[in-house]
């Protein structure tokens, strides 16, 4: 009995220590997961390098000891130039980004000033896997109704589909119930963006016209049909056109500009009516 | 008085489950799919409280999650609803002493209840049908439900115990003598 019990404890401290591996692995970037790589690597390169030499050697290859120190010496220069320019890149992604952030905030100063907002906090969030809502802290006292839009700094966020006095239910726009007309900003064709079970990160943007020419990284906004949300309302940009061999269904995904798992404040327009 | 305060007490806990399932549990999971709670309380209720107190206690709280954060009322009430009242039958014909049973319920009912659910928002939202993006969904959130359940299971035991000699001591009793 006793030494059950003793199991019974043993086993779920496994199952414990499993699961937390299990949410680490799976939550994390595999860029991060290099150190165990690393330690793959320390007991896999040895063998694999010794084959490398008995093929080398079985198939007459007897320059690869005379070239190894030319090859060292040539890997160190270019090992030091491989740097140098990683430096560079750094630098030159550092002013793009901060040249991309003080063009999307010189653009929603234009873009948003026409619109009342009022600003709300993001107080709940969906418990399902299968939706994506959130409820926001201000109601009908706010002057807030159903069907008015929400956005937050980086873009569309959804809509209002209920209200109470205080508080506000959001369907956000990876729901799978969502789908926005929307217009690609270089080329002002219509699409039709939709949330997907599979990824809470982007869209999946369909019915694109077939004369269209779709490139990754498109900016997508809203086109003001539908009746819900104003025109012009920044959605995110497109990361991958894929093609099927039938070019009318042809899809592209759109990652969103909202960071939804990080969203806490946004704003609700009060006022698109006007807008439209 | 003593069902009255197991009733509360179990008020208590699911409001600490809905804390855990929407704080904790959005961040802690599995390849970003979250493990389902509700259904693995819903279940232990209608097996150890009988189908009464797990029906009713479904309802009430699936009406509650579907209007606090639904998209639609009634669905997750009406099948939290269903798993309370199978809890009972399962309870008749299979042994909740064995960790393999339990875990077997578990799988069935987190299958159920989000299979109901997805049909039930296909039917009546406009959601386009992703069977292999839902099936991949449901095998993580199973096996995530799955995993809690052992972690739990001594305590499952002991509380469910308590639970049951409050709620079907006179079941017990013409039952074995």
Redesign the interface.
């Known amino acids: 009995m006793n030494r059950n019990k003793k199991n019974g404890i043993i086993g779920i401290i496994i199952t414990i220590i499993i699961l937390i591996i299990l949410v680490a692995c799976t939550n994390s970037n595999v860029n991060q997961l290099s150190f165990i790589e690393n330690i793959f690597n320390v007991f896999v390169m040895p063998v694999q390098n010794g084959f490398t030499y008995l093929k080398n050697k079985i198939s007459g290859n007897d320059t690869f000891f005379a070239d190894m120190d030319t090859l060292k010496e040539e890997n160190a220069q270019l090992k030091q130039i491989n740097s140098e320019l990683e430096q560079s890149l750094r630098e030159l992604e550092v002013i793009k980004a901060e040249n991309e952030t003080l063009k999307e905030n010189l653009n929603l100063k234009q873009k948003y000033s026409d619109y009342e907002t009022v600003p709300a906090d993001v107080i709940n969030r969906d418990i399902s896997n299968y939706s994506s809502t959130i409820v926001i802290n201000v109601g009908t006292d706010d002057n807030v109704q159903e069907g008015m839009t929400v956005i937050a700094d980086s873009g569309l966020v959804g809509h209002i589909i209920s209200v109470t006095s205080d508080t506000a239910k959001v369907q956000t726009l990876v729901d799978t119930a969502s789908a926005v007309t929307s217009t690609i900003s270089t080329t002002e064709d219509t699409i039709v963006v939709q949330g997907t079970l599979d990824d809470k990160t982007s869209l999946k943007a369909t019915f694109i016209p077939t004369d269209a020419v779709v490139l990754q990284g498109d900016s997508v906004e809203t086109s003001g049909i539908g009746g819900i949300y104003p025109k012009g309302i920044h959605i995110g940009t497109i990361r991958e056109v894929i093609n099927t061999s039938n070019i009318t269904d042809r899809y592209a995904l759109v990652d969103t500009a909202v960071d939804f798992t990080k969203l806490n404040t946004v704003l609700v327009i009060t006022n698109s009516e006007t807008k439209k | 008085m003593k069902k009255v305060i197991a009733v509360l007490l179990l008020i208590l806990s699911f409001f600490i489950i ?1 804390f855990l ?2 704080n904790f ?2 961040w ?7 493990p ?1 709670l509700f259904v693995i309380f819903i279940l232990l209720i209608g097996l150890f409280a009988g189908k009464k107190v797990g029906l009713v206690l479904g309802i009430i709280f699936g009406f509650y ?1 579907d209007i ?4 639609r009322i009634g669905v997750s009430g009406i099948m939290l609803g269903i798993i309370g009242l199978a809890g009972e039958y399962l309870d008749k014909n299979f042994s909740k002493e064995s960790r393999i049973t339990i875990i077997l319920m578990i799988i069935c009912s987190t299958i159920i209840f ?1 299979v109901g ?2 049909i039930f ?1 296909l039917i009546t ?4 049908v ?1 069977i292999l ?2 099936l ?2 449901l095998f993580i ?1 199973t096996l995530y439900n799955v ?1 809690i359940t ?2 739990i ?2 305590i499952i035991q002991k509380l469910g115990h308590i639970l049951e000699e409050t709620f079907k001591t006179r079941n017990i009793l013409t039952r074995y003598f």
Do not use: C, D, H, M
């Open positions: 809905y399932q929407s549990f959005t802690f999971t599995i390849a970003r799919v979250q389902n999650l606090v954060i639904g998209r989000e659910t997805y928002s939202l406009p959601v386009t992703e993006g839902f991949k969904i959130e995993i052992i972690i299971y001594p």
